[in-house]
Antibody, heavy 121, light 112 residues
Framework: QVQLVQSGSEIKSPGASVKVSCKTS????????IHWVRQAPGQGLEWMGW????????KYSRKWQGRVTITRDTSASTAYMELSSLTSEDTAVYYC??????????????WGQGTLVTVSS | QSVLTQPPSASGAPGQRVTISCTGS?????????VHWYQQLPGTAPKLLIY???NRPSGVPDRFSASKSGTSASLAITGLQAEDEADYYC????????????FGTGTKVTVL
């Protein structure tokens, strides 16, 4: 079955960067885009960006543009999200998610389990 | 900062019907982009509940239904059950933000 397995929890200092991985299985990695979504403690879901694993095209939310970089390794069927210049406000659970649908109507059919990133001095 | 607004909470007794609204604008729902709904149980990742306005993935009970009209959408839960207590989010696409995916503010459903 389709699975997205994310890397484990991280504790980072302010100003540092974090890189979260999302290893996929059960489908052709290059055929479906991957979203990254953030959820701060007690808050809602925020879209960060997505990558098209087939050609590497990316699109980022304006909120994080310049601080977030999404990449992929097609040989490992894995997507990555790196967030730089961390502050305490970046403490959150970060999800990767596989997209299904078509232009203007993409939705998430499978989610990763989430990775908790804690930013603390 | 979400462009899709949901009521913070909704509640009902077991067996009752609960509806959740998702209000957008002319650059997202009103522009014809589809609305999707997710259920998030406490401490877990979200789960797809409804896609493309009113379609249920296999395995989702038919107690869950949704609709879309104009710049809004709504999710209905009929025959409310204890296991429906969760957070619910709508999601669509917005063309005004250089094209981006947007989630609703989320609604906590409580089963009384």
């Amino acid at each position: 079955q389709v699975q997205l397995v994310q890397s484990g929890s991280e504790i980072k200092s302010p100003g540092a960067s974090v890189k979260v991985s999302c290893k996929t299985s059960g489908y052709t990695f290059t055929h479906y885009a991957i979203h990254w979504v953030r959820q701060a403690p007690g808050q809602g879901l925020e879209w960060m960006g997505w990558i098209s694993p087939g050609n590497g095209d990316t699109k980022y939310s304006r909120k994080w543009q310049g601080r977030v970089t999404i990449t992929r390794d097609t040989s490992a069927s894995t997507a990555y999200m790196e967030l730089s210049s961390l502050t305490s406000e970046d403490t959150a659970v970060y999800y990767c998610a596989k997209l299904l649908g078509h232009s203007g109507s993409y939705y998430v059919d499978v989610w990763g389990q989430g990775t908790l990133v804690t930013v603390s001095s | 900062q979400s462009v899709l607004t949901q009521p913070p909470s909704a509640s009902g007794a077991p067996g009752q019907r609960v509806t959740i609204s998702c209000t957008g604008s002319s650059s997202n729902i009103g522009a014809g982009f589809d609305v999707h709904w997710y259920q998030q149980l406490p401490g877990t990742a979200p789960k797809l509940l409804i896609y493309a306005n009113n379609n249920r993935p296999s395995g989702v009970p038919d107690r869950f239904s949704a609709s879309k009209s104009g710049t809004s959408a709504s999710l209905a839960i009929t025959g409310l059950q204890a296991e429906d207590e969760a957070d619910y989010y709508c999601q669509s696409y917005d063309s005004s933000l250089s094209g981006s995916y947007v989630f609703g503010t989320g609604t906590k459903v409580t089963v009384l």
